[in-house]
């Protein structure tokens, strides 16, 4: 059952005047979270190999950055720019992103 129908019978459950206003994240079954997770993931995941490889060349300006935190700080702003989240939201995508799929940006660029 959806999220949507699941609201509509709790609403004629429970009256107008209770749960029509009330959104509840919480609702979502943890399955259908998990689908929806994964379908953004490999969206993204598709689409940031292009965005730091090629859009942002990584292999040339990763040298100006002499501590990780600032190159991933701008790797963000781009991410979060071309994918149109927020840059909190850019940096936990590129940090799983790094983790568990690539190891590093450098082998995924494939720099020398």
């Not at 919480?26 to 090629?54: E, F, H, N, W």
Request: aromatic content about 8%; overall charge positive.
């Amino acid at each position: 059952m959806s999220t949507d129908a699941l609201l509509v019978e709790l609403d004629k459950r429970a009256g107008p005047t209770t749960m029509s206003r009330l959104r509840l994240p919480s609702l979502t079954p943890r399955t259908v979270r998990r689908t929806r997770g994964r379908q953004r993931y490999d969206k993204y995941a598709k689409a940031l190999p292009g965005i730091i490889c090629q859009g942002w060349a990584y292999c040339k300006k990763r040298k100006k950055y002499s501590r990780s935190a600032e190159l991933m700080t701008a790797l963000a702003a781009i991410v979060a720019e071309r994918l149109h989240v927020s840059q909190p939201t850019a940096l936990i995508i590129l940090l799983i992103f790094g983790r568990y799929l690539v190891g590093t940006f450098d082998d995924l660029c494939e720099c020398t």
